[in-house]
């Protein structure tokens, strides 16, 4: 198994005056070689998380330099983004008008063109229901949703909103972009779009209880999911359904993995997990939360998860983000110094710092050699 010191990743924010409350997500755009990163800035040495801007920063891909930023959202109720490439330069970057009472929640979105530099006007996610209507998309349609498909008296009900950036979007050979709709200890809606999620079509549930991160990938018909769950538990678990979501695996829980924001991508042909864990090496005992000073990438193979790569940092790793660029793997996370840093065996609460960048290769490179 690989082991890769996180030192040698490159910082895409300055980590002071403009930090990284939470995200990040990450789209690649093929034609020009761009990647583009979207994330909360929030306060330094705050821990709190900000819901008062959404920023964009692009950069070649294969050498993150001449970083270039654009502010997509601004007020005091936009919150967690998420990220799709729309190819020729430019992308679509969503997240939710999120104002802290109770009701339903706008998931809205605006295009960057990197060329241009142009920032379309925000618009609205809409949800196509199943006698052809269009209603925003929202908590009261995915609550409508559970209770037609048998949910009625679910206990997991989704509450206070939707997180929309606990996944990562992708396409498929038809021509289909997925994701998903987690939320506070729910189950989760999954959906489909023909048209980059500007209008979804909901086609799945995930019956049991997730704690707001759910990412899934679709690999010869068979789905791969990976997720949050409640804090009293505190990690990750996966499962799968063979059957487009009718029905699912038991779950199985990643050993030694911390929650965060798990991560599923199909590189190489295969299906690659990535989640958080606790590094006992690294020789501190902080709060399983915010003790996340490791990533683990691992592969499944007939249902058996077998690890494949090792990561670690000092200054922590909070909201990891993966994609698989033509068999590369890229990856992108926030530090939070609060991993590591102690007073007088008390927690030092610092707050999370600065988004970096880092290029993992071709995994499976030596196994194929």
Not at 47 to 66: D, M, V
Request: overall charge negative.
């Amino acid at each position: 198994m690989k082991t890769v010191d996180l030192r040698f990743s490159t910082q895409i924010n300055d980590g002071l005056h403009e930090t990284c409350a939470d995200g990040a997500s990450l789209a690649f755009d093929t034609k020009y070689g761009i990647m583009f990163c979207a994330y909360m800035p929030g306060y330094h040495g705050d821990y709190g998380e900000s819901r008062g801007k959404i920023h964009l920063s692009y950069f070649p891909a294969s050498q993150p330099t001449n970083i270039r930023y654009v502010e997509i959202a601004r007020g005091d109720d936009v919150y967690v983004p998420n990220i799709l490439g729309l190819g020729d330069g430019s992308v679509r970057v969503f997240y939710e008008r999120y104002s802290r009472k109770d009701g339903d929640h706008a998931i809205c979105f605006r295009d960057f063109d990197f060329i241009t530099e142009e920032l379309s006007a925000e618009k609205i996610v809409s949800v196509c229901r199943a006698d052809g209507t269009l209603s925003p998309l929202c908590l009261s349609e995915v609550n409508t949703y559970l209770e037609k498909n048998g949910y009625f008296d679910h206990v997991y009900r989704a509450s206070e909103q939707m997180i929309f950036g606990g996944f990562t979007p992708f396409r498929d050979e038809d021509g289909y972009t997925y994701g998903a709709l987690p939320s506070e200890l729910s189950e989760v809606v999954l959906f489909r779009s023909k048209d980059n999620m500007e209008t979804v079509e909901f086609f799945a549930v995930y019956p049991r209880p997730v704690q707001y991160e759910f990412d899934y990938k679709i690999l010869d018909g068979k789905i791969y999911a990976l997720y949050r769950t409640n804090q009293k538990e505190n990690g990750n678990t996966f499962a799968y359904s063979e059957d487009g979501g009718k029905t699912w695996s038991a779950p199985m829980d990643m050993e030694g993995s911390i929650q965060c924001r798990p991560r599923v991508i199909i590189s190489g042909g295969k299906v690659v997990l990535c989640y958080n864990y606790f590094d006992d090496n690294s020789g501190n005992r902080p709060n399983v939360i915010m003790g996340r000073t490791a990533i683990r990438l691992c592969t499944m193979e007939k249902n058996e998860v077998k690890p494949l790569m090792d990561m670690h940092s000092k200054y922590g790793i909070v909201n990891v983000a993966l994609c698989d660029v033509l068999g590369d793997v890229y990856l992108a996370y926030s530090t939070s110094h609060s991993a590591l840093e102690y007073q007088n065996g008390t927690p030092y609460v610092r707050g999370k710092d600065a988004v970096r960048y880092i290029s993992l290769g071709d995994l499976f490179e030596k196994e194929e050699a």
